[in-house]
């Protein structure tokens, strides 16, 4: 099963550079993440839902590809940031 969120588009690993280190992403003031809460990729791509915290700071994100099929993955929590859900 092909992960879209890890998929490789030619992307060359050993050109890729370091910009903001995950702890920038995180801002102490905001509670911590819960199980339903909705986050992204701090890179982008598909809203994910938070189903569950393997491991400390790692979580399980779950998503919706554009066909319907349901992934999951366990990132690392400076991976994601919440973000808000409008209709």
Known sequence: MEN?????RGLKSNRLQLVAAG??????REPPLSLGNVVRLNSGGP??????F???NTLTLAWRDSAGNTHEA???RPCVHRIEVTD
Do not use: C, K
């Open 23 to 28: 702890e920038e992403f995180h801002d102490d």
């Open 47 to 52: 809203a994910g839902l938070v189903v569950g």
């Open 54 to 56: 393997p491991e400390r």
């Open 74 to 76: 366990n990132l690392p």
């Open 4 to 8: 879209p969120f890890l998929s490789n």
